[in-house]
């Protein structure tokens, strides 16, 4: 990533972990200040759901980091453009809930 990049995550409790926080450290990896119970606007999120799905759907899982980086390849290259298009027309409905409920928990 270079020696300059901020890292960024969503308060998940496993991403605040003792382990995560001292690798993080010691790494000297800068974290991003991020509000506690901030709603994910991130759409990368249903796209990681969409591969998950279809990774567990296949008649055999990968088993193997080498099978599953390959797997992942694959579902990434099958990925229907129409998914891509739907979320990112998607993310001006998810700034106007977002407002609408002052940044509370949306329901998605």
């Known amino acids: 990533m270079g020696l300059q990049f901020l890292f960024m995550d969503?308060?998940?409790?496993?991403?605040r972990t003792v382990a995560a926080e001292q690798f993080l450290e010691s790494e000297?990896?800068?974290?991003?200040?991020?509000?506690?119970?901030s709603p994910d606007l991130n759409p990368?999120?249903?796209?990681?759901?969409?591969?998950?799905?279809?990774?567990?759907?296949r008649t055999l899982p990968p088993v193997m980091i080498q099978e599953l980086r390959?797997?992942?390849?694959?579902?990434?290259?099958?990925?229907?453009?129409q998914l891509i298009d739907?979320?990112?027309l998607s993310m001006g409905r998810?700034?106007?809930?977002?407002?609408a409920v002052r940044g509370d928990h949306i329901p998605y």
């Open 70 to 81: 390959l797997a992942l390849q694959d579902e990434w290259e099958a990925m229907p453009q």
């Open 10 to 15: 969503d308060n998940a409790p496993c991403h």
């Open 86 to 88: 739907t979320l990112i």
């Open 28 to 37: 000297d990896i800068e974290r991003m200040d991020w509000p506690a119970r």
């Open 44 to 57: 990368i999120e249903n796209v990681w759901d969409f591969l998950g799905r279809r990774l567990a759907a």
């Open 94 to 99: 998810r700034c106007e809930t977002c407002l």
